[in-house]
């Protein structure tokens, strides 16, 4: 099994529209949980930490299911500036900040 | 802000050519730097752990000699593709940040083009 599996879409969908990605791990020693989000030829920037019990930053809602070793992200009313690709990010625990990478999975928010 | 500044955003140069790459923490001390790979439709890949004053961690496949990584101070850490060579072409990512579970900042990202 894949350390981390992302959907790499691409998901079409129209502005307004609500959507979700999930993405799965498999090292159960995983702690720390993020989004990131990568506009084309440029570096990733940080969308939202994901924690235990679920979080929420505007129209991102952000969940963690540490049982099934998956994360989600839902975005509600799609703006066109949400078209990226998202990447689902995990880090270990025990001292160490090394990063897995999922490949992303592409959104682009149609008009 | 940027909390990490990375320099040059672009290079374009002959094959055979070294290419210097800096990555700076601009608010705070980073004792670890990392350094990322990214090819087109690819995901980002460790290329290696920058530790400051001692030597760099390599992830498996990636050539030390190849790529020369110096972690002199607590904000700054150097990547030299050295004789780079068209296979080469990437863009090139540092991280910094991370500590006690804290999301890592990444800098803006270099594009290296060997022709």
């Known amino acids: 099994r894949k350390e981390v599996e992302q959907d790499p879409g691409p998901f079409n969908v129209p502005e307004g529209a609500t959507v979700a990605f999930n993405c799965t791990y498999s090292?159960?020693?995983?702690?720390?949980f993020f989004w990131y989000r990568q506009d084309c030829r440029k570096e990733p920037k940080l969308l939202m930490s994901?924690?235990?019990s679920g979080n929420e930053d505007g129209r991102f809602t952000a969940q963690l299911n540490r049982a099934s070793q998956y994360i989600s992200l839902l975005i509600r009313d799609s703006k066109l500036s949400d078209s990226a690709t998202y990447l689902c990010v995990f880090q270990s625990g025990a001292g160490s900040y090394q990063l897995t990478f999922g490949k992303g999975t592409k959104l682009s928010v149609i008009p | 802000g940027a909390v990490v500044s990375q320099h040059p955003s672009w290079v374009i140069c002959k094959s055979g050519t070294s290419v210097k790459i800096e990555c700076r923490s601009l608010d705070f001390q980073a004792t670890t730097m990392f350094w990322y790979r990214q090819f087109p439709k690819q995901s980002l890949m460790l290329m290696a752990t920058?530790?400051?004053?001692?030597?760099?961690?390599?992830e498996q496949g990636v050539e030390k000699d190849k790529f020369l990584i110096n972690h002199a101070s607590l904000t700054l850490s150097t990547l030299t593709v050295t004789s780079a060579h068209p296979e080469d072409s990437s863009f090139y990512i540092c991280s910094a940040g991370g500590q006690h579970n804290q999301p890592q900042h990444f800098g803006d990202g270099t594009r290296l083009s060997i022709l």
């Open positions: 090292n159960s020693a995983s702690q720390s």
């Open positions: 994901v924690y235990s």
């Open positions: 920058s530790n400051e004053g001692s030597k760099a961690t390599y």
